[in-house]
């Protein structure tokens, strides 16, 4: 079972106050952003020659727009073929991308693609870390006081942060956590309840339900998850952390 580590880093309050501006601005470009994080994850080599089949993109942009729907308060979420070719049209329109031959790669304002990509990367190395630390309880299974439940798995994403597996430090953030447990609460994966701890009084507790501990849906999640993966996460050493 991972356990805490506590590194103070002073210049770790200036990265969170320029998350706090993107994190605002995501909403605007939140569908955009789907499409850019999927073309990306194919690799430079990939998007910058050959390109990516357009069914193949459409593939990955929905699945992680149905991933991240509930973390999201936004009206017109790309859920629908309809929604991703507009949203595929406008990047277009906007020379992000290039499409030829029904294959999709960086077009002249190519950056744009990066940037729009940054927005979710933060949300995708949280969801990661969290379905890396509840593969971690099926191996190991014990109730946990749900803050130090909570402790844990931004002690792992901090861990990987300071390694460079991760490449936002906005992914160790408690309420990101805290979001992405939320998914797994209303799946019944894992389930919130209290118990008497004599003197110390009444505690909010976690664990993984019947359900949780037989499920595959975490590690199929988690494995579906690492194709998106920022450029700086390393496959060894997240799939290390959860042997």
Request: proline share 2%; glycine share 2%.
């Amino acid at each position: 079972m991972f356990e805490p580590r506590v590194q103070a880093k002073a210049s770790y309050k200036n990265i969170l106050m320029l998350a706090y501006y993107r994190n605002h601005v995501v909403h605007v470009f939140l569908n955009e952003a789907y499409i850019a994080s999927s073309l990306i994850s194919f690799g430079a080599a990939v998007i910058e020659t050959e390109g990516v089949p357009i069914s193949r993109l459409k593939e990955k942009a929905l699945y992680l727009s149905n991933y991240f729907r509930p973390e999201f308060a936004v009206r017109h979420q790309m859920c629908t073929d309809k929604y991703f070719f507009k949203h595929l049209e406008v990047m277009q329109q906007r020379r992000f991308i290039a499409i030829k031959d029904e294959k999709v790669m960086l077009g002249e304002i190519h950056f744009a693609v990066e940037m729009l990509s940054d927005m979710i990367g933060a949300f995708i190395e949280t969801a990661l870390v969290t379905h890396a630390f509840l593969l971690t309880m099926q191996m190991n299974p014990m109730q946990m006081q749900l803050t130090v439940f909570q402790q844990k798995i931004q002690s792992m994403a901090e861990q990987f942060f300071d390694e460079k597996v991760f490449k936002f430090y906005e992914s160790c953030s408690m309420d990101a956590i805290e979001n992405s447990l939320m998914r797994f609460k209303s799946s019944r994966i894992v389930e919130v309840f209290k118990k008497k701890f004599g003197r110390e009084g009444i505690k909010e507790m976690i664990s993984l339900t019947p359900e949780g501990m037989k499920a595959t849906a975490v590690r199929q999640e988690y494995e579906e998850l690492l194709f998106f993966k920022p450029a700086v996460v390393n496959h060894k050493v997240m799939n290390k952390s959860i042997e």
